[in-house]
């Protein structure tokens, strides 16, 4: 009896070590066992074939890792939002990125976070298509995944969310979502087709009041815009020329950017 109690208390720290890291799942056992009671070895050896198995099971799951936080929530959809590790096609290495596992039905990796600087100078790097940082994990620092690696990513849809309590106007209280459709190509330094068609909702059925065809040629990445006609809308820009981003109240030219003194807007973008 020793001998089994030991394998299987060595094969539960290898469970409790790999639920702990990036897969989770629910394993219960078909027996329970009292203090001073004699177990029955047929008992154990069920016991321990539940546990054997599911061991198995999380290490196949390990030996392919996922290659978006969709993949992920596709095969465990109870999984809670946090830090996994993803590795997409053409990333010689795993990586830890942020999943959103709960919003608009789940799945959604954070591929870009632009928190406000501070100042003018804007996030360097931030136009260019490379990765900005080398952790992609941390809200409360700036950071963005590389072009190839946000397309790589993406196959269901784009959402951008900005916030902002400083605008051109004065004091605001900005808090903007948008969506855009995953045939937008993502683009750091231009504004490639259909990514200046931005929506209201995931289903992408409400389209917004912009068009792509009136952005400025300084406005790239996720843009939600038009600058032609009355009212001039500036609603969202996820990679504004110089390094800087935008973000307004849905509808109106209210708005901030932080190339402008005091002005402190903050956008994240997703994938899904």
Not at 40 to 48: G, I, Q, Y
Not at 100 to 124: K, R, S
Not at 209 to 225: F, R
């Amino acid at each position: 009896m020793k001998f089994k109690e030991t394998k299987i208390a060595a094969i539960l720290a290898v469970v409790f070590v790999l639920v702990g890291s990036v897969y989770a799942a629910d394993l219960t056992v078909p027996h329970t066992f009292s203090p001073g009671t004699p177990a029955k070895s047929s008992e154990v050896n069920e016991n321990f074939t539940t546990i054997y198995n599911a061991v198995n099971a999380l290490q196949r799951q390990i030996g392919t890792t996922d290659m978006s936080c969709a993949t992920i929530h596709a095969r465990s959809s109870g999984l809670p939002s946090g830090i996994y590790s993803i590795q997409p096609a053409g990333s010689p290495q795993p990586f830890q990125v942020y999943c959103d596992m709960t919003t608009d039905g789940g799945g959604w990796t954070l591929v870009g976070n632009f928190i406000w600087p501070g100042n003018t100078n804007g996030i360097a790097g931030w136009n260019s298509g490379n990765a900005v940082g080398t952790s992609f994990t941390n809200q409360t620092q700036s950071f963005k995944l590389s072009d190839e690696t946000i397309n790589t990513i993406k196959t269901t849809a784009y959402r951008g969310h900005g916030t902002a309590t400083v605008c051109a106007q004065g004091p605001c209280s900005v808090n903007t979502t948008l969506y855009w459709a995953a045939n937008c190509k993502y683009s750091s330094s231009t504004l490639a087709a259909n990514c200046g068609n931005a929506y209201t909702d995931f289903a992408l059925t409400h389209r917004t009041s912009t068009s792509d065809e009136t952005a400025p040629s300084w406005h790239w990445g996720l843009v939600s815009t038009k600058t032609s006609g009355d009212p001039i809308i500036l609603e969202m820009s996820t990679s504004h020329s110089d390094n800087h981003v935008y973000v307004g109240t849905i509808g109106t030219y209210i708005h901030a950017w932080d190339g402008r003194v005091n002005e402190n807007p903050s956008v994240q973008f997703w994938v899904k």
